[in-house]
C-alpha cells in the first residue's frame, strides 16, 4: 500500500488535475475535511496535510511520496527524493518592503525586523548578507507585518504581486524561485520501486504531452 500526501489550499487542485492526466488511480473524495482518502486502487491512498508539513510526513515515512512546494521542502530542509518538478504553483519567496520606504539598499538595513512565515530560509538570505535580522514568525497575513509596525520587512509569497500591491508593499529581492515538486520518501523508493517508478514515469509523459502542446 503506498500512501501520497497531498497539500490542502492552493496547490490542491492542480496537483489532482496533474494526477488526472498523469493516470494516477484519483482520490475517491475531494473533501478536505477527511484527512485520508482512498482511491479505487487499493495499493494507493492520499493523506491531505498542510503545505508546509508535506515534507515532513515524506521524509518520515508516514506517506511515500507527495507534492510539496519548493519553498517549503527547502525550508524545512527535508531529505526526500525529488524525482520531478510539477509545472504549476509557479512563485517567489521574496523580501518586500512598504512602498513608501527610501529606495537603499538591503544590505545597509542595520537589525531589520522581518515578518515571515520561512525562518529558516529568510534568517540564511540575510546572514548571506552580513544582516542581523530580528525575525518576526507569524503563519499567516504575513503582509500585515509593516502596517501595524510589527515589521520593516516581509519574506512571503509572491505569485500575481496583488497582495503587496493591496497592502502598499513592494517587492525588492527574490529569495527563492518556487513551483510544485514530486518528493519520495528515500527508503520508500528503494522498497516499493516497482510501484513508484511507474508512476514517476506516467507523471513525467504527462508533462512532456503538456509541453508539446497538447494541454497548455
Ligand atoms: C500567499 C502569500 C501571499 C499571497 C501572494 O498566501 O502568503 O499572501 O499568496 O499571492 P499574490 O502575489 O498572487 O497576491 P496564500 O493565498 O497561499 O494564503 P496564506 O497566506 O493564508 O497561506
Known amino acids: ?40 486502487d487499493p495499493g494507493l491512498s492520499y ?78 538570505f540575510f546572514r548571506r548578507r552580513g544582516i542581523s535580522a530580528e525575525l518576526i514568525v507569524l503563519s499567516g497575513s504575513v503582509e500585515l507585518g509593516p502596517l501595524v509596525n510589527l515589521a520593516d520587512l516581509i519574506v512571503d509569497l509572491v505569485e500575481t504581486g496583488e497582495t503587496l500591491r493591496a497592502n502598499g508593499l513592494v517587492e525588492l529581492r527574490p529569495i527563492l524561485a518556487s513551483q510544485a515538486v514530486l518528493i519520495v520518501n528515500r527508503a520508500s523508493y528503494r522498497l516499493h520501486n516497482e510501484a513508484i517508478s511507474p508512476l514517476i514515469a506516467a507523471m513525467r509523459r504527462a508533462i512532456a504531452r503538456a509541453q508539446e502542446g497538447d494541454v497548455f
Open 47 to 124: 493523506l491531505l496535510a498542510k503545505p508546509i508539513d508535506v515534507p515532513v510526513f515524506v521524509e518520515q515515512g508516514a506517506a511515500d511520496m507527495g507534492i510539496a512546494g519548493l519553498d517549503v521542502l527547502r525550508e524545512r530542509a527535508a531529505d526526500v527524493f525529488e524525482p520531478l518538478r510539477l509545472p504549476f504553483g509557479y512563485c517567489r519567496l521574496s523580501v518586500a518592503a512598504p512602498a513608501d520606504r527610501p529606495q537603499r539598499p538591503l544590505r545597509l538595513e542595520i537589525s531589520p525586523r522581518v515578518a515571515t512565515r520561512y525562518p529558516r530560509l529568510t534568517d540564511a
Open 1 to 40: 500500500m503506498l500512501t501520497v500526501a497531498l497539500p490542502k489550499g492552493r496547490l490542491a487542485e492542480e496537483a489532482l488535475i496533474w494526477l488526472e492526466r498523469a493516470g494516477w488511480p484519483l482520490p475517491v473524495s475531494a473533501d478536505e475535511r477527511r484527512l485520508i482518502v482512498p482511491s479505487r
